[in-house]
């Protein structure tokens, strides 16, 4: 809409994650929708990632194996969980992955399966040397569609604030300070 004076009236929104002042302690963030995991995605990522591992990519073999089928690469099933997340999380407002821990992949996930994922907020901090930001700590769960924990995993992020993020971006001499700062 314009008013005739050359005017642009319309409202931009730009999608982004959570800063860190709006991330709370122990809410659970529900991600969809979900993925369904093709064949084609598990060989692809597999020869990608030069994981030549038989359990991924020999039917014949596999059919032999424990599970009777193909598994869905584990490293696979991390990157979509913690992908899943991205776009309600950190989309923006991150400044690095500070680490993952505790992962664990208590059931396999099958191709045809239904990736879901869930994200609790365990723990924020503001950064101790770095102003402006703070660390999140995120407990990421993945579920199949008949809700079998497939991954879990625990990941630390440096988040922007809101303010820091700002600055950050107007202030050219606030720009190099963050630069130059040592993560965590």
């Known amino acids: ?10 409202t931009t929104i730009t999608q982004r994650g959570l800063y860190y002042d ?31 591992q038989a359990l991924h ?5 596999s059919a032999s194996q424990p599970f009777g089928q193909r598994l869905v690469n ?29 992962i ?11 990736l879901y994922t869930e994200t609790i907020v365990t723990d924020k901090r503001l950064s101790a040397s770095r102003r402006g930001q703070g660390i999140v700590t995120l407990s990421h769960t993945g579920r199949n569609q008949h809700e079998d924990i497939v991954a879990t995993a625990v990941r630390s992020c440096l988040m922007w604030t809101e303010e820091g993020h700002r600055q950050s971006q107007t202030e050219p001499e606030a720009r190099n300070r963050f630069r ?3 993560l965590g």
């Open 1 to 10: 809409m314009s008013t005739g004076s050359g005017e642009d009236l319309r």
């Open 22 to 52: 709006e991330f709370q302690t122990g809410t659970v963030y529900a991600h969809r929708p979900g993925r369904t995991i093709t064949e084609a995605d598990n060989v692809l990522f597999t020869t990608m990632t030069m994981n030549s």
């Open 57 to 61: 990519l020999d039917a014949d073999w």
């Open 74 to 102: 584990s490293m696979f099933t991390l990157a979509t969980v913690v992908g899943q997340s991205v776009t309600q999380l950190t989309q923006g407002t991150i400044v690095a992955q500070l680490g993952l821990t505790d």
């Open 104 to 114: 664990n992949f208590p059931h396999p996930l099958f191709h045809g399966d239904t």
């Open 180 to 182: 130059n700062q040592e």
